[in-house]
């Protein structure tokens, strides 16, 4: 019992031993970090610490900016504003704060709660006539003032905003963010974890062209535990080289503008508008609504959908690819004629048209979008050959244009065709006009139109023409697609004239376009969504019809009342540069 006792002893005595001298070797260890090694693995550890107490605000990041085909920046202008630090608040001066608060016509209390709106450095906004917050913008004369009352922590300064209330493309550009997991697992951990990278559209898809080596142009200050600025350090500006690239796009500015403010006049909630060059397959302008916040762009969870890019059941828009399958097949002519009661019955059940249209030829039945003769049609052409001739026009798979392996369109829905097995006449009729598995994109009807206005041949729509180095000289050039015939030249043909009907004949689906400037062809388009009180309402078309220069997508998702879509498309055709 007594050497058990002994061998108890000496062996808390060693672990004691152990524990006393690792105590003190990390003991030591944190004396040696504190009083002596600056340097930890190639880190200045007391350059760190003060990092770690930086306050920046970037007067211009160096991001390379993203244009429009005319060189037109999409993402900000330089302004002179007001750059607001927090120190601030340590040095408040009463009545100079009154001053720049008659400087700029507002009250002292609202220009206080604004310069409260923040705990870091940002820029100074304030409520407009309308009560919404606008960033001030100064004159130079304001400028100068701003700067001759010599307030702490309130500076009048040139800053390039990225992102403001006017900024257009807001689904095509994407937006910046912190996302430390983005970083770690798509850029392999080489960027700050706190840097601010793109997270959506072309910002995401080209964030390493547009990055360049990150932070050009900060003011600064360094601040203790409780905020205040340390002594001795002071407030700072830097400059740093940033050779990034500026990527340019195919957008048109002012037809961007005009789509948008098309859209918001008619109350589009839930809707997109691709407008391209009919012959080029290049993206004029792409939009989508609801619109939301480049500078606080999350809800929550969500994230801003691009509709443009996303699919949707296209309705009486198939009809168009079941038109040129009929035609080129051979299944059905021009003159054929179809009865329409209002409905047609197909095995147990009844797909019923939107109207009683009577007796039609395939003509009248493309330009009044009857149910029923596509339906027919469907049923004699077959899964095989419907399958063929969808992809054919592209419908299935992604069809913007490629840079590499990276596509130019920022989470670009293929959209489908067929999915499930089967090919009974009732999962034949519903495909046939578009319900069913079908499920296209505005950006797949937009290049689907383009084919039938160049009478059978087709590139790939492009969004990105090129990159430049910041003194504007072409970096990288991504040309056109070559352009291929892909379905048959007359069969095109016969369906763009019936596409001109629809527009034309009194009787057509979109008899409003003929309003519009220049003569245009077209196809609607009405999809069920399960709700009975709401449609995806759809128009695709272009023009002029003789020698199209414009094709114009329009659709909106889950739509109740009136319809809009062919509103807004007019509205845009009649915005666009005549040809």
Not at 23 to 44: C, E, N, W
Not at 274 to 285: G, M, S, Y
Request: hydrophobic share 40%; aromatic share 8%; charged share 25%.
């Amino acid at each position: 019992m007594e050497i058990m006792h002994r061998k108890i002893q000496r062996r808390t005595a060693l672990v004691l031993t152990f524990c006393t001298l690792g105590i003190v070797a990390l003991g030591g260890r944190l004396a040696y970090i504190q009083f002596s090694a600056h340097d930890m693995q190639g880190h200045d550890l007391v350059a760190s610490a003060v990092e770690q107490r930086r306050e920046k605000f970037e007067l211009d990041s160096g991001r390379g900016d993203i244009l429009d085909r005319h060189g037109a920046s999409l993402t900000g202008s330089k302004i002179s504003g007001i750059v607001v630090l927090p120190v601030w608040q340590h040095n408040l001066e009463r009545p100079k704060i009154n001053e720049l608060a008659l400087l700029l016509n507002t009250s002292t209390e609202h220009l206080l709660a604004a310069l409260q709106e923040k705990t870091e450095p940002f820029l100074l906004r304030l409520p407009d006539m309308s009560g919404n917050k606008r960033v001030v913008k100064l004159t130079p004369e304001q400028s100068e003032k701003v700067r001759a009352l010599n307030l702490t922590g309130i500076y009048a300064k040139e800053v390039k905003v990225r992102y403001d209330d006017l900024s257009l493309a807001r689904h095509t550009v994407g937006f910046l963010g912190e996302d430390p997991n983005l970083v770690a697992n798509t850029w392999g951990g080489k960027y700050p974890l706190d840097e601010q990278i793109g997270k959506m559209g072309l910002e995401f898809q080209y964030q390493e062209e547009l990055r360049g080596l990150g932070i050009s142009r900060t003011i600064a200050y360094y601040s203790d535990n409780a905020a205040r600025p340390i002594n001795g350090l002071g407030i700072r500006e830097s400059t740093e080289q940033n050779p990034s690239l500026s990527v340019k796009t195919t957008l048109d500015h002012d037809i961007q503008r005009s789509v948008e403010q098309a859209m918001d006049r008619y109350g589009m909630n839930k809707a997109a508008v691709i407008v391209l060059d009919a012959e080029t397959e290049d993206v004029l302008a792409m939009s989508s609504r609801p619109n939301y916040d480049q500078t606080k762009p999350v809800d929550g969870d969500q994230y801003p959908v691009n509709r443009a890019l996303k699919a949707n059941f296209p309705g009486s828009i198939f009809k168009a690819v079941i038109a040129q399958a009929a035609l080129e097949t051979g299944v059905v002519s021009p003159t054929d004629r179809f009865e329409c009661p209002g409905y047609i019955e197909i095995g147990d059940g009844r797909l019923n048209c939107w109207t009683k249209h009577g007796t039609v030829t395939a003509e009248q039945a493309f330009a009044e979008s009857c149910n029923v003769a596509f339906a027919q049609m469907a049923m004699k052409l077959g899964r095989a050959e419907i399958d063929t001739y969808a992809k054919k026009f592209g419908l299935g798979a992604a069809v913007g244009m490629t840079s590499g392996a990276q596509s130019q369109f920022y989470g670009e829905d293929p959209g489908s065709v067929f999915l499930k097995e089967g090919s009974s006449d009732r999962f034949l009729a519903n495909t046939g006009i578009g319900q069913e598995d079908v499920r296209t994109t505005p950006l797949q009807a937009a290049h689907l139109m383009a084919i039938f206005a160049n009478n059978g041949m087709a590139r790939e729509p492009r969004l990105v023409q090129s990159l430049h180095t910041p003194d504007g000289l072409l970096y990288k050039d991504f040309d056109t697609a070559e352009r291929k015939q892909v379905i048959d030249r007359q069969a095109a043909y016969q369906v763009k004239k019936w596409m001109r009907e629809v527009v034309a004949s009194p009787d057509g689906t979109a008899h409003i376009l003929s309003k519009a400037q220049f003569p245009v062809a077209g196809k609607t388009g009405t999809a069920q969504t399960g709700d009975p009180n709401a449609n995806h309402q759809w128009f695709a078309g272009f023009g002029p019809v003789d020698k199209p220069k414009y094709v114009v997508v329009v659709m909106a998702e889950s739509a109740t009342g009136t319809r809009a879509t062919e509103q807004v498309a007019l509205q845009i055709f009649n915005a666009l540069p005549n040809p």
